[in-house]
């Protein structure tokens, strides 16, 4: 089983930000998951250098602290699958295209990033 990681720094909005800003407006709210998704995208269309038929991927979550419940944080998987199909890394993040993920946490204070392991199945 191929594999490669992608590694976007910093971190993505999680749900709660999300709804917070789409209660303000729901413009807003689709602005910044468009926002987000971008982001994913460029880091995918940068970095990746193989594109998928079937996916299995392992996210690793690496904050600042622990101030963000955890599945606040994880949602924000919607981006990176999104900005994957965008990047033609997949051809869709249905279930065609994704086996299956998993989420693993981990705090590093001075790196905030998410580390996408991206497996072939």
Same mark, same amino acid.
């Given at each position: 089983?191929?594999?490669?990681? =992608?590694? =976007? #720094?910093?971190? *993505?909005?999680? *749900?709660?930000? *999300?709804?917070?800003?789409?209660?303000?407006?729901?413009?807003?709210?689709?602005? *910044?998951?468009?926002?987000?998704?971008?982001? @994913?995208?460029?880091?995918?269309?940068?970095? @990746?250098?193989?594109?998928?038929?079937?996916?299995?991927?392992?996210?690793?979550?690496?904050?600042?602290?622990?101030?963000?419940?955890?599945?606040?944080?994880?949602?924000?998987?919607?981006? =990176?699958?999104?900005?994957? #199909?965008?990047?033609?890394?997949? !051809?869709?993040?249905?279930? !065609?295209?994704?086996?299956?993920? !998993?989420?693993?946490?981990?705090?590093?204070?001075?790196?905030?990033?998410?580390?996408?392991? =991206?497996?072939?199945?």
């Amino acid at each position: 089983m191929k594999s490669e990681i =992608i590694t =976007i #720094q910093g971190r *993505l909005v999680g *749900l709660n930000e *999300l709804i917070h800003e789409t209660n303000k407006h729901h413009k807003a709210g689709n602005a *910044l998951k468009q926002e987000m998704t971008t982001i @994913c995208e460029m880091y995918f269309r940068r970095y @990746c250098k193989k594109k998928y038929k079937k996916i299995h991927v392992i996210f690793h979550w690496i904050e600042p602290n622990k101030k963000r419940d955890k599945d606040n944080i994880a949602s924000a998987k919607k981006y =990176i699958f999104d900005g994957m #199909q965008q990047a033609g890394v997949i !051809e869709n993040d249905g279930w !065609e295209n994704v086996e299956s993920f !998993e989420d693993k946490f981990s705090v590093d204070k001075d790196n905030a990033r998410i580390e996408v392991t =991206i497996k072939e199945v």
